[in-house]
């Protein structure tokens, strides 16, 4: 295919290769620093929740290459972290470090002759503060999403997604530790690279849901497992278990007669995996008073539907982006293929009902 019809049959091409070119170098920070991880590159946030060196070296570097890559964009975008800790006294170690790691990892890519001060990395973090909305275009990105993971040396994802007018239109997730091989037979063996590890996911809106190894390889299109009784299905949910109720997904699959025990992961990878069926369901019923955030689902929601899936709420809605950093949404988070939504979303919601 030509350039000029690749151009006419994805209308979001540019945005496109921005986002994968931004991701793939941000995961190239974050596999350093999981790799030599240390104690005191893990830092606590004031809600308590761990961020490390490399989620904000990862959302630099996705600021930095968005802007790079796109001058003629307007650029927004709503992202989890922000400066406001490393700005502190006694934090100068860390954002040394961080501007250290940002500076090699561009060095070492070759793609930008730049080197940046440490000003430029709080403000390349800060340009995250947007408050998304239902007008206009804005980047949502988790830099590190599982950050609980990459700390102990597991699943997470580097997750950007693109909202156009409210809609997401655009999701790339970086998988550095999710192999590229699918266990489901029919989205497996990618050519050579059969145990490479390292999958990257995108998908446009209308162009289908792809996969290619994280340090490049031919795309290949991924579609969700086709399983409609629930007795064949398993079901993916949180590694972390304060992150979503056992009790309930455990209700869940008993009603449905899941057999299957869940697989538990961390981050959005989830959403990757579904995405290309290596399971059939994914459940996420935070506990009360925990309100999503939208960098959680965005990239990884439009990996699930263009795939051929849905994502609901408890409600049965489609999930809602377009109010700003939070995801207004009733309780829970249903991912699955259409044959099994309409049965899960009714065990859920029984054992919502049977719980109160
Ligand atoms: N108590 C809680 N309940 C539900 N989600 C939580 C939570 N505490 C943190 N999270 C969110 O769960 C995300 C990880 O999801 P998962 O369990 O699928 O790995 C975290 O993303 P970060 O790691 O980006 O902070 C965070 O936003
Ligand atoms: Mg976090
Ligand atoms: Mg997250
Ligand atoms: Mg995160």
Same mark, same amino acid.
């Given at each position: 295919?030509?350039?000029? %019809?690749?151009?006419?049959?994805?209308?979001?091409?540019?945005?496109?290769? +921005?986002?994968?070119?931004?991701?793939?170098?941000? $995961?190239?920070?974050?596999?350093?620093?999981?790799? #030599?991880?240390?104690?005191?590159?893990?830092?606590?946030?004031?809600?308590?929740?761990?961020?490390?060196? +490399?989620? *904000?070296?990862?959302?630099?570097?996705?600021?930095? =290459?968005?802007?790079?890559?796109?001058?003629?964009?307007?650029? %927004?975008?709503?992202?989890?972290?922000?400066?406001?800790?490393?700005?502190?006294?006694?934090?100068?170690?860390?954002?040394?470090?961080?501007?250290?790691?940002?500076?090699?990892t561009?060095?070492?890519?070759?793609? *930008?002759?730049?080197?940046l001060?440490?000003?430029?990395?709080?403000?390349?973090?800060?340009?995250?503060?947007?408050?998304?909305?239902?007008?206009?275009?804005?980047?949502?990105?988790?830099?590190?999403?599982?950050?609980? #993971?990459?700390?102990?040396?597991?699943?997470y994802?580097?997750?950007?997604?693109?909202?156009?007018?409210?809609?997401?239109?655009?999701?790339v997730?970086?998988?550095?530790?999710?192999?590229? &091989?699918?266990?489901?037979?029919?989205?497996?063996? *990618?050519? %050579?690279?059969?145990?490479?590890?390292?999958?990257?996911?995108?998908?446009?809106?209308?162009? #289908?849901?792809?996969?290619?190894?994280?340090?490049?390889?031919?795309?290949?299109?991924?579609?969700?497992?086709?399983?409609?009784?629930p007795?064949?299905?398993?079901?993916?949910?949180?590694? /972390?278990?304060?992150?979503? &109720?056992?009790?309930?997904t455990?209700?869940?699959a008993? &009603?449905?007669?899941?057999?299957?025990?869940? =697989?538990?992961?961390d981050?959005?990878?989830?959403?990757? $995996?579904?995405?290309?069926?290596?399971?059939a369901?994914?459940?996420?019923?935070?506990?009360?008073?925990?309100?999503?955030?939208?960098?959680?689902?965005? +990239? #990884?929601?439009?990996v699930?539907? /263009?795939?051929g899936?849905?994502?609901?709420?408890? %409600?049965?809605?489609?999930?809602?982006?377009?109010?700003?950093? *939070?995801?207004?949404?009733?309780?829970?988070?249903?991912?699955?293929?259409?044959?099994?939504?309409p049965?899960?979303?009714?065990?859920?919601?029984?054992?919502?009902?049977?719980?109160?």
């Amino acid at each position: 295919m030509s350039q000029l %019809s690749e151009v006419a049959a994805n209308p979001y091409a540019a945005e496109l290769a +921005a986002a994968k070119k931004a991701v793939v170098l941000a $995961a190239r920070l974050c596999q350093i620093v999981q790799q #030599g991880i240390l104690q005191s590159d893990v830092q606590s946030k004031a809600d308590r929740t761990p961020v490390t060196v +490399a989620d *904000y070296g990862s959302q630099v570097l996705v600021s930095l =290459v968005l802007k790079k890559e796109l001058p003629s964009h307007s650029f %927004s975008m709503v992202a989890e972290e922000d400066s406001k800790d490393l700005r502190k006294d006694g934090a100068q170690e860390v954002l040394e470090h961080i501007t250290s790691l940002v500076n090699e990892t561009i060095a070492n890519d070759g793609s *930008y002759n730049m080197s940046l001060s440490k000003e430029d990395v709080l403000a390349a973090i800060d340009g995250g503060k947007s408050e998304g909305g239902p007008s206009g275009r804005h980047w949502i990105l988790d830099p590190i999403d599982g950050t609980k #993971g990459f700390i102990r040396g597991d699943q997470y994802a580097v997750a950007l997604g693109l909202l156009d007018e409210g809609k997401v239109v655009l999701g790339v997730l970086g998988c550095p530790n999710l192999p590229l &091989k699918s266990t489901n037979k029919h989205n497996g063996g *990618y050519g %050579s690279s059969r145990d490479q590890v390292g999958s990257l996911f995108f998908a446009t809106i209308g162009c #289908g849901t792809e996969v290619e190894a994280l340090e490049g390889s031919d795309p290949q299109k991924i579609s969700v497992c086709s399983i409609n009784n629930p007795v064949d299905a398993s079901f993916f949910e949180s590694f /972390e278990a304060s992150h979503s &109720k056992r009790d309930l997904t455990s209700s869940i699959a008993e &009603k449905l007669g899941v057999q299957a025990p869940p =697989v538990r992961m961390d981050s959005q990878a989830k959403y990757g $995996a579904l995405a290309r069926g290596d399971g059939a369901i994914f459940l996420r019923i935070p506990h009360k008073g925990y309100i999503e955030t939208v960098w959680d689902h965005v +990239a #990884g929601s439009i990996v699930v539907t /263009e795939a051929g899936g849905m994502v609901k709420d408890a %409600s049965g809605n489609d999930l809602d982006f377009s109010k700003g950093r *939070y995801l207004d949404r009733d309780r829970g988070i249903i991912a699955t293929n259409k044959y099994l939504m309409p049965v899960v979303l009714k065990a859920l919601q029984e054992a919502m009902k049977e719980e109160q």
